[in-house]
């Protein structure tokens, strides 16, 4: 796991700052190479091959042909892979996954990464033809952003030209080419401010700068300064009978994979389904287990009483607690901004900065973590309510009621029904309208100058999706982007690896052909892994219909009296004076302070905003 940074063009002194920047990604080496065409720069945290022979920027040599790559991941299944080239007389040097993706590319050319299984990242240089070579893994759980300058992306930065090529793992290194802009992208902040989105796109909230799309990858002639992105990889819809013991099996496999490495490997343990059932196969398979999870003493969100269930049932799993605190979230909240690089949404950076902190501060540098299932397999409330909109479409209305029944009592099934309505029964042109109403309603409430973007030509084709079809938008565009881009920036802000069993691509190949009418049975989301792991996580566990979160108590922090002080300063002088109204975002404050009527998710966003601007000096 590292920091990967490059230009495509001679320039050591500005990768050198690049990587620079990098350096909590990689603490343990660093590297630079240059060739008067291409230099590469890489950050090291040496998981797999801890020799010298692991370093990077790394060569590789078959017969006239050179390659150098930098590379952030790893390749679960390298050891099959290297085998395979072993039988074809290919002779290897290092014990690394990086070597290896060297000579699987000189064997198959780009076609390369379809042969990978695991996270990944990396830029290789091709000499002979002159071409660098920009991949990204199947679900974007490594970044890669990148920069045109002197030319453009083109429509939606699928292909582009220009004058220069700028990529690094992390935007703050691209900032260090003096001709980037620190424009605000309007159209990214638009779609945070009115729909809560972020990282949905390939786009960023730096003008000019995008982020290399997961299942992508993008080649870049020397010669003709030319940009093409390709999709290598689309997440397969299918329906078939699966077993519990199929996906417990499948599970197992991924679960092993991620075991690879030189270095202990740990877990971080949420109290939900999701990482107990990970836990419950390591702690069955393993010798010992380091968890690490928080503590936030507010009720609901605080996982603690699960947690300690399952580490009373496998006495080898050994826990470390972090309590979170409020003066660790005012005196860490722009330090998690800088890393995160772009304004997010709610209180997920912080509590995993605290897992990733306590996980390095043990000595560890690898962290399993449950992040995927609830996209995959349902565990969401919209993907229960668009399941009851499946159903009432199909006539199955008896289903519907039972599945209702289950509910009842429960505080989320005023939102299920809502979603419900929603998708079944609003019409597509009402809901529109709603839309727009509430667009204005929050435009003339925080005087916000952006124009909401036009949600027209999605909201036809998302109402007609089907539960399956949902399930993958959340994977691909509507919510895993932004947690996968939190889980990374928040471990390897502090020189952890984290890795997710449940996003082994062959586990999500599986997990889509589930059949939807088997993902809820009696009012419980992702009923099929719920049967799959009943010997290994306590029932306590299993069978809770309310779903809870790694979370923290962002009400008491925003009424702290310290918050009280810094938010009346950010919007005394506000550079974000040119999005929205600062008098109307601390208006809305006070009334949030004294208990009257706010938005406190918007008043979160709109404090995220213009603490993103001032960190990185985005022009006003």
Not at 283 to 309: C, K, M, Y
């Amino acid at each position: 796991m590292c920091g990967i940074a490059g230009i495509a063009g001679r320039d050591v002194e500005l990768v050198a700052r690049m990587t620079e920047t990098l350096v909590h990604r990689g603490p343990d080496d660093s590297g630079l190479w240059h060739d008067g065409h291409v230099t590469l720069g890489h950050r090291r945290l040496a998981i797999l091959d801890l020799s010298e022979r692991g370093h990077q920027p790394m060569s590789w040599r078959r017969g006239e042909h050179e390659y150098l790559i930098t590379h952030n991941g790893e390749i679960y299944n390298f050891a099959e892979i290297r085998k395979e080239l072993e039988w074809k007389g290919v002779r290897f040097r290092s014990a690394s996954d990086t070597e290896v993706i060297l000579a699987a590319y000189a064997e198959w050319g780009e076609g390369c990464v379809t042969r990978f299984n695991g996270m990944w990242a990396f830029a290789l240089y091709d000499r002979a033809r002159r071409k660098l070579l920009l991949s990204r893994d199947r679900f974007g759980k490594k970044p890669l952003y990148y920069w045109l300058g002197g030319g453009k992306a083109g429509s939606g930065a699928r292909e582009g030209e220009g004058s220069t090529l700028l990529f690094a793992s992390e935007i703050k290194a691209l900032l260090q080419h003096s001709a980037v802009p620190r424009r605000p992208n309007a159209g990214v902040i638009s779609d945070y401010l009115y729909r809560a989105l972020a990282t949905h796109s390939a786009e960023t909230f730096f003008d000019g700068i995008y982020m290399l799309p997961a299942s992508h990858s993008a080649v870049y002639d020397l010669d003709t300064r030319h940009l093409l992105l390709r999709r290598y990889y689309d997440l397969p819809l299918g329906e078939r009978p699966v077993s519990p013991g199929e996906i417990r099996e499948t599970l197992t496999r991924a679960v092993q994979r991620r075991l690879v490495a030189d270095v202990p490997v740990s877990l971080s343990l949420s109290g939900g389904i999701d990482s107990s059932a990970i836990a419950g196969i390591l702690a069955t398979t393993q010798p010992s287990v380091l968890a690490f999870s928080t503590q936030s003493g507010q009720g609901r969100g605080d996982e603690t009483r699960f947690v300690s269930q399952m580490v009373a049932r496998y006495p080898n799993i050994e826990l470390r607690t972090n309590p979170l605190a409020f003066e660790s979230y005012l005196e860490n909240y722009r330090r998690i901004l800088w890393h995160m690089d772009e304004p997010f949404l709610s209180h997920i950076p912080y509590v995993r900065w605290e897992v990733a902190r306590s996980c390095h501060e043990a000595g560890r540098k690898v962290l399993l973590n449950g992040e995927g299932a609830d996209e995959l397999i349902g565990g969401y409330w919209i993907s229960l309510g668009w399941f009851m909109a499946d159903l009432f479409r199909s006539g199955r209305w008896p289903r519907m009621v039972r599945e209702l029944r289950a509910l009842a009592g429960t505080r989320e099934l005023s939102t299920v029904l809502a979603i419900f309505a929603g998708v079944a029964l609003l019409p597509a042109a009402l809901f529109k309208r709603q839309v727009g109403r509430r667009d204005e309603a929050l435009a003339k409430r925080f005087g916000i100058r952006l124009a909401a973007n036009d949600p027209a030509s999605r909201i036809d084709d998302v109402k007609r999706l089907d539960g399956k079809s949902l399930l993958k938008l959340l994977v691909t565009e509507l919510i895993l982007p932004h947690l996968l881009n939190c889980n990374d920036k928040m471990s390897m802000a502090n020189s952890v690896e984290a890795r997710a069993p449940f996003l082994d691509f062959e586990f999500a190949e599986l997990a889509m052909q589930i059949p939807q009418q088997d993902l809820v049975v009696g009012g419980l989301r992702k009923h099929p892994l719920r049967q799959a792991v009943r010997d290994l996580v306590p029932a306590e566990i299993l069978d809770r219909k309310r779903k809870d979160y790694f979370s923290a108590p962002t009400s008491q922090y925003l009424r702290h009296e310290r918050m009280q002080e810094r938010v009346r300063e950010l919007f005394r002088d506000a550079r974000s004076a040119s999005v929205m109204d600062p008098k109307a975002v601390l208006a809305d404050y006070e009334g949030f302070l004294v208990r009257k009527k706010a938005n406190k998710q918007f008043l979160q966003r709109a404090i995220g905003l213009e603490e993103w601007m001032r960190v990185f000096e985005v022009a006003a």
